[in-house]
């Protein structure tokens, strides 16, 4: 069977569509097999909704009808797939009937979640936090985060356990958080603050700022180096300030590790080297060499969160995966492969910058390569 991920993003809509294959073993094996993106509108929760259902429409035109779609989106959701708060970053959000509308569009089951849920869900299940007590975190055009217990996302009564974009720093940021306070950890590590603390360092364009720090500085500026040297201490200041905000957290909520994903999390050490350090300084002397690794899944976290929603709204007579898969209870004999491809053309460059797959993870590009699939071409970190 086919399910189709979607994830919802400040700035683009992301859609994949999942082969689902329960042969081996009875344990599923995930193929991404076409993945498509659309700007996210601007203008308000029916045009977005209709941004998605016109990528589902496209996918399922290209690999025939899906038996459920599951999506991730910005804000608190709740059991019903409804937005009920919603940062100023999509306006027009909060309210939305995300579920309802589109199982009323799309007929066929559709799950909804929150996108940085769903993206813990995938790491949790088949990712770099399968075990112990973890913390998700996601920096990209804002900051969210989730927790899981061996596997097992932990929802909270309120939908918001994890949720860390607004724990203090000891700082003013240069942009205000969603909820509009400047010393929050969303208002000095979002991608967006960071381009304008470039900018008002540099005032060069924030393309520069990803490059430079990802190591790109194009060859002929004439001041590259400190191009780069500014680059870095921009992404570094923010990464030691989460790192210090993050400290008292592993010790209150008992982590094991955090595992780092999003966009600006694509930097890799650049950013998660200072944000070890920071939380190196500043925790109890137990937790100071606490794990921080980037996502295994990369970029594709979020989608593989979402077509594992959906799965969920499969029963397993109808092909869906077995309850044990589902719930993390036997998720390391789980087999991945992924492949990445088609894009539009302007997602490409800056591969480079991609977290690499960490050694021993359960991500089987290789295998998935032989089924004529493309290859993930990356964009840059925004
Ligand atoms: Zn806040």
Same mark, same amino acid.
């Given at each position: 069977? #086919?399910?189709?991920?979607?994830?919802?993003?400040?700035?683009?809509?992301?859609?994949?569509?999942?082969?689902?294959?329960?042969?081996?073993?009875?344990?599923?094996?995930?193929?991404?097999?076409?993945?498509?993106?659309? @700007?996210?509108?601007?203008?308000?929760?029916?045009?977005?909704?209709?941004?998605?259902?016109?990528?589902?429409? #496209?996918?399922?035109?290209?690999?025939?009808?899906?038996?459920?779609?599951?999506?991730?989106?910005?804000?608190?959701?709740?059991?019903?797939?409804?937005?009920?708060?919603?940062?100023?970053?999509?306006? %027009?959000? /909060?309210?939305?009937?995300?579920?309802?509308?589109?199982?009323?569009?799309?007929?066929? @089951?559709?799950?909804?979640?929150?996108?940085?849920?769903?993206?813990?869900?995938?790491?949790?299940?088949?990712?770099?936090?399968?075990?112990?007590?973890?913390?998700?975190?996601?920096?990209?055009?804002?900051?969210?985060?989730?927790?899981?217990?061996?596997?097992?996302?932990?929802? %909270? @009564?309120?939908?918001?356990?994890?949720?860390?974009?607004?724990?203090?720093?000891?700082?003013?940021?240069?942009?205000?958080?969603?909820?509009?306070?400047?010393?929050?950890?969303?208002?000095?590590?979002?991608?967006?603050?960071?381009?304008?603390?470039?900018?008002?360092?540099?005032?060069?364009?924030?393309?520069?700022?990803?490059?430079?720090?990802?190591?790109?500085?194009?060859?002929?500026? @004439?001041?590259?180096?400190?191009?780069?040297?500014?680059?870095?201490?921009?992404?570094?200041?923010?990464?030691?300030?989460?790192?210090?905000?993050?400290?008292?957290?592993?010790?209150?909520?008992?982590?094991?590790?955090?595992?780092?994903?999003?966009?600006?999390?694509?930097?890799?050490?650049?950013?998660?080297?200072?944000?070890?350090?920071?939380?190196?300084?500043?925790?109890?002397?137990?937790?100071?060499?606490?794990?921080?690794?980037?996502?295994?899944?990369?970029?594709?976290?979020?989608?593989?969160?979402?077509?594992?929603?959906?799965?969920?709204?499969?029963?397993?007579?109808?092909?869906?995966?077995?309850?044990?898969?589902?719930?993390?209870?036997?998720?390391?004999?789980?087999?991945?492969?992924?492949?990445?491809?088609?894009?539009?053309?302007?997602?490409?460059?800056?591969?480079? /910058?991609?977290?690499?797959?960490?050694?021993?993870?359960?991500?089987?590009?290789?295998?998935?390569?032989?089924?004529?699939?493309?290859?993930?071409?990356?964009?840059?970190?925004?």
């Amino acid at each position: 069977m #086919t399910v189709i991920g979607v994830d919802i993003g400040g700035t683009k809509i992301d859609a994949g569509v999942f082969a689902v294959d329960r042969a081996a073993g009875g344990h599923p094996r995930w193929t991404l097999l076409d993945r498509v993106t659309a @700007p996210t509108p601007r203008t308000g929760g029916p045009d977005v909704l209709s941004g998605v259902a016109g990528l589902v429409d #496209t996918l399922r035109d290209r690999h025939g009808d899906c038996r459920a779609v599951g999506v991730g989106a910005p804000g608190v959701v709740d059991g019903d797939g409804t937005v009920r708060v919603a940062s100023a970053v999509l306006p %027009g959000w /909060a309210g939305t009937p995300v579920g309802r509308r589109l199982r009323s569009r799309l007929g066929v @089951p559709v799950v909804v979640d929150n996108d940085v849920r769903a993206m813990a869900r995938a790491e949790a299940s088949i990712g770099a936090g399968r075990t112990g007590r973890v913390l998700h975190l996601s920096v990209g055009t804002g900051v969210g985060g989730a927790v899981s217990q061996d596997g097992r996302v932990d929802r %909270g @009564p309120r939908g918001t356990a994890g949720e860390v974009a607004h724990l203090t720093v000891a700082a003013t940021g240069p942009l205000p958080c969603g909820c509009d306070a400047r010393d929050h950890l969303e208002s000095v590590l979002a991608g967006p603050a960071l381009a304008a603390a470039w900018r008002s360092r540099t005032g060069r364009p924030d393309g520069d700022l990803w490059a430079a720090a990802a190591g790109g500085v194009a060859g002929g500026v @004439p001041d590259a180096a400190l191009v780069r040297q500014v680059a870095l201490e921009v992404v570094a200041a923010a990464g030691t300030l989460a790192g210090r905000a993050l400290a008292g957290l592993v010790c209150a909520a008992d982590l094991d590790r955090i595992v780092v994903a999003g966009g600006v999390a694509r930097l890799g050490e650049v950013l998660l080297g200072p944000l070890r350090d920071g939380l190196a300084a500043a925790a109890w002397p137990r937790d100071r060499r606490t794990a921080v690794v980037p996502a295994a899944l990369g970029d594709r976290a979020a989608l593989a969160g979402a077509a594992l929603l959906a799965a969920s709204a499969v029963p397993e007579r109808d092909g869906g995966p077995d309850p044990a898969s589902r719930t993390g209870g036997s998720v390391d004999d789980l087999a991945v492969e992924i492949a990445v491809g088609l894009g539009t053309g302007s997602d490409g460059g800056g591969a480079d /910058a991609v977290a690499p797959d960490p050694p021993g993870t359960a991500v089987e590009t290789g295998a998935a390569r032989t089924l004529g699939a493309r290859v993930l071409h990356a964009g840059t970190a925004s």
